[in-house]
């Protein structure tokens, strides 16, 4: 049994509705096995469990473990290309490098590198785009256990416009799909998703195989891309003519419900709003990567609206990092730039995005997201160096809001110098 003591900050009330931050400076978190048995100021804690092994973190601030809601496996190193607009991003920069993940040397250093930076960066849980080569997919899960990070993830398909060693087809995806879900889905953390890379590569028919397997295998899950770019929606109306619009491509084949994540819908229909709230799906919402690529301004006050789910994704490598702190502090600038009138976020509000909405978007909120009683110890350690601008930040704070602005505002991987998945350090 451990007690963290420690300044802690979590969101267990949903700022979006009347919730707020919730901080303490002197909080016992007590841990058995991995999960949070008890939660009180330090002295009463330590009174009750006097045998219990004490962790100092009192020199920094102890936040929930960051649920990434999109990050690509494949584009690690590819992070920080400029200056072009999605398709041509894909064509020169992420499927050349998505290309080599056929060589499994080549894949297993790939992966290595991914859950470094993810973990580094305090993201402890993780829906993931695989890779579109089934043997990436196993490295990737095998180095994933091993890790012992939350994440879902799957086989990218598509059956057009990309390059064709990245192609497949309905009968292959298929058995690739089912064989990867009977040896992977529901082990220890990982869970499979149904991984269409987005209905511009993807036609109906291969959606539809998506929507079969979906049928047949309840509990995995979805994920794909919608309305990045107008270039690419307007693609996807050509390819679809049946489909009302982008979102009804995945609806029609089986592909929308409660355990569909879509990332970006930067340029959603009214109608698509209304549905994805209706069927329970969430958005990604991935802000660096909306301004790297210009994608557009995310339409989070329309979201909010019709009552659509809205979590945080890094969408590296189109994303500059893995870190979400730069991805929270990157929709607070991008919805005070918004010439249509952006949502003003708060401090608390970026935490909650970036930790119990994406549980809660993953279904996890059960077990991680906040760190209240009961829940997994998925834990980030804020703690920068004596001197530099954060701690002098966290030192002379006006508020425990004011000190997490500053989190956000200066926050580096290289200042979480320690990480918990389930318990168990993954970093420091
Ligand atoms: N749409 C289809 N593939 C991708 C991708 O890899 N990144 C982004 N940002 N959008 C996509
Ligand atoms: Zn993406």
Same mark, same amino acid.
């Given at each position: 049994m451990q007690i963290y003591r420690a300044r802690v900050f979590d969101t267990p009330t949903d700022p979006f509705a009347g919730g707020g931050l919730r901080s303490g400076s002197d909080v016992a978190i007590v841990v058995d096995s991995g999960r949070i048995v008890a939660r009180a100021d330090f002295a009463t804690a330590r009174e009750r469990h006097p045998y219990a092994e004490v962790v100092d973190l009192r020199a920094g601030v102890l936040l929930p473990g960051f649920v990434d809601t999109h990050v690509h496996f494949p584009q690690v190193r590819a992070i920080g290309h400029l200056g072009r607009p999605l398709l041509d991003w894909l064509d020169e920069c992420a499927l050349p490098e998505e290309a080599k993940l056929r060589d499994e040397t080549y894949a297993a250093g790939v992966a290595t590198d991914f859950l470094t930076g993810l973990t580094s960066a305090g993201t402890t849980s993780a829906m993931v785009f695989g890779s579109h080569f089934a043997t990436a997919v196993d490295i990737l899960f095998a180095a994933a256990a091993e890790v012992g990070l939350r994440m879902t993830t799957g086989l990218v398909t598509s059956?057009?416009?990309?390059?064709?060693?990245?192609l497949t087809d309905v009968d292959r995806s298929v058995a690739e799909s089912q064989r990867l879900i009977d040896d992977?889905?529901?082990?220890?953390?990982l869970r499979f998703a149904v991984t269409p890379r987005f209905s511009f590569s993807a036609g109906p028919e291969l959606l539809a195989a998506g929507g079969a397997l979906v049928a047949d295998n309840p509990g995995i899950w979805v994920t794909s891309h919608l309305n990045e770019n107008r270039d690419e929606i307007a693609g996807v109306a050509e390819i679809h003519p049946e489909a009302l619009d982008y979102l009804d491509t995945y609806d029609r084949a089986g592909?929308? &419900?409660? +355990?569909t994540i879509l990332a970006h819908n930067v340029h959603p229909r009214d109608r698509e709003l209304a549905r994805m709230a209706e069927a329970g799906a969430a958005a990604a919402h991935c802000p660096t990567s909306n301004s790297a690529l210009a994608s557009g301004f995310f339409p989070l006050g329309r979201h909010l609206d019709a009552g659509v789910r809205v979590a945080l994704g890094?969408?590296?490598?189109?994303?500059?990092?893995?870190c979400l702190l730069k991805e929270g502090v990157q929709a607070y600038f991008m919805q005070q730039l918004d010439p249509a009138g952006g949502v003003p976020l708060t401090s608390t509000h970026l935490l909650h995005l970036a930790t119990a909405s994406g549980a809660a978007a993953l279904d996890l909120d059960a077990e991680v997201g906040?760190?209240?009683? &009961?829940? +997994?110890?998925?834990a980030v350690y804020v703690d920068p160096v004596a001197g530099q601008p954060l701690a002098v930040g966290l030192d002379y704070a006006e508020s425990d809001e004011d000190a997490l602005a500053k989190i956000f505002a200066l926050g580096t991987?290289?200042?979480?110098t320690r990480v918990w998945i389930d318990g168990e350090p993954v970093k420091g």
């Open positions: 059956d057009r416009n990309l390059p064709e060693v990245l992977w889905h529901g082990r220890g953390r592909l929308l &419900g409660e +355990r890094s969408d590296v490598g189109a994303g500059n990092g893995f906040d760190l209240s009683v &009961g829940k +997994r110890f998925d991987p290289a200042d979480l």
